[in-house]
């Protein structure tokens, strides 16, 4: 294939990636809605539900490794139809058993952790083949629409699964929910995985390493990397620490503040949109020339607007004044979250050899959702013992100061050493007098 038809591929890949994830997380974002609401309505209980949320989690840590190795090892384009056929075949499951015997708890369990299983071997798989589907000056664009459409599915998901969940049966949004999969299936048939692949042909050696040696060998290639262990440890502490937001904002709005759920809506609504205009505004220009300075000064901001959240706690203001402060500092939240997230992936895109690029987005995975669990209920508990504004101010400097160090400048220029060469010309030419 010659390069001009090669570049007509790959536009067609970035529009069908696009449309295709959009597709079916706008269909995940509704059928979450539905099922969230259906065990609340039918239990009335947290616990219920925060058990869903459990089957969504712990298998993604589990399973990350693995589909980091089937990613490497195997057809990207039979794992991701797989997976998406996968995930069909349970939610048809459980839209028959809700209309032969009725919907139970065990069976949305089952069916959450097998829809949390194909996710993750899809996205871990999709993650990996970016740079395969697209030319390498269209990443970043490829990116953006990736972080456009999961924003998209954000605002638009929850609106429509509430005016569905008053209008339609808990069977209609499993309906939904497989339309989306299907669709998803069809166009991702289509695309070529290898267009822009860099291997060849598969090392002998590979063939008889075994699953755990390739698995290893994925976190020797990490261990040889520099940089990729400071990605690795910065999601690490960043998922941690972002535990006292998540638990911590929604405490202190409706618990603290008494904002009504419908302004909590917009003010959570406000994220999205930042993140979906900064997408489309990264999608049009030229790749980030130093992403890691850009992602440093992104969780900088991030962590700063953590401690800022206690602002109205210390400040009194009007009632229009909390739910304005809050839609503000949620949209630059979702701002600061998109120049982290794409200039990251970009650089991860391009730094990793294709040959291992599967496992260590699978160890990403698994490093960035591991101590999420934890720091939830750790937060969660702080916040009944210590007033909310030390629990999210301390973990605010802790999550500075740590950024700072692992961050800091000798990182920085060991990932970009043009950084110091830029540093060199900037500098103003000394003329000693003669």
Not at 260 to 289: C, D, N, P, W
Request: proline fraction near 3%.
């Amino acid at each position: 294939m010659d390069e001009t038809m090669k570049l007509r591929k790959a536009t067609y890949h970035l529009w069908t990636f696009t449309i295709s994830k959009l597709i079916s997380t706008f269909g995940v974002s509704v059928f979450t809605f539905g099922i969230s609401f259906y065990i609340l309505s039918i239990t009335g209980s947290a616990t219920s539900f925060a058990i869903v949320l459990i089957c969504n989690i712990l298998p993604r840590v589990i399973m990350a490794p693995f589909a980091g190795y089937a990613a490497d090892k195997y057809s990207k384009k039979t794992i991701i139809i797989v997976a998406q056929i996968c995930s069909v075949v349970a939610v048809a499951g459980l839209l028959a058993v809700s209309l032969t015997i009725g919907l139970s708890l065990i069976a949305i369990y089952l069916t959450e952790i097998v829809l949390s299983i194909t996710s993750l071997f899809s996205g871990v798989t999709f993650s990996s083949s970016i740079a395969n589907l697209v030319d390498s000056e269209r990443i970043q664009k490829a990116m953006s629409f990736n972080q456009m459409s999961i924003s998209i599915a954000s605002i638009g998901g929850p609106a429509v699964g509430g005016l569905l969940f008053g209008l339609v049966s808990i069977e209609m949004f499993l309906i939904i929910h497989m339309v989306s999969y299907i669709i998803a299936v069809i166009l991702e048939s289509t695309m070529d995985f290898k267009l822009f692949t860099t291997r060849i042909t598969e090392e002998v050696n590979d063939k008889k390493e075994t699953m755990l040696q390739n698995m290893k060998a994925g976190v020797t290639y990490v261990k040889q990397h520099r940089i990729l262990i400071v990605i690795v440890w910065v999601a690490l502490v960043i998922n941690f620490f972002f535990g006292a937001f998540t638990v911590g904002y929604a405490f202190i709005l409706v618990d603290g503040l008494k904002v009504q759920s419908a302004h909590f809506g917009i003010t959570e609504g406000a994220l999205a949109v930042g993140m979906l205009v900064t997408s489309i505004y990264l999608s049009t220009r030229k790749e980030v020339k130093f992403p890691l300075v850009v992602v440093k000064r992104g969780i900088l901001i991030m962590g700063a607007l953590m401690a800022l959240v206690t602002f109205p706690l210390l400040i009194q203001l009007p009632y229009i004044g909390v739910v304005s402060f809050y839609i503000v500092l949620m949209f630059t939240f979702g701002v600061s979250m998109v120049f982290v997230n794409t200039p990251i992936g970009v650089m991860m895109q391009k730094r990793i050899d294709e040959e291992y690029r599967g496992r260590v987005f699978g160890l990403l995975e698994t490093m960035s959702l591991s101590l999420m669990p934890l720091g939830m209920v750790l937060f969660g508990f702080l916040y009944d013992v210590v007033p909310a504004q030390y629990v999210l101010i301390g973990s605010s400097v802790i999550l500075l100061l740590a950024v700072f160090y692992m961050l800091r400048p000798s990182i920085m220029k060991q990932a970009h050493p043009e950084l110091e060469n830029k540093k060199i010309i900037e500098e103003p030419v000394k003329v000693v007098p003669s």
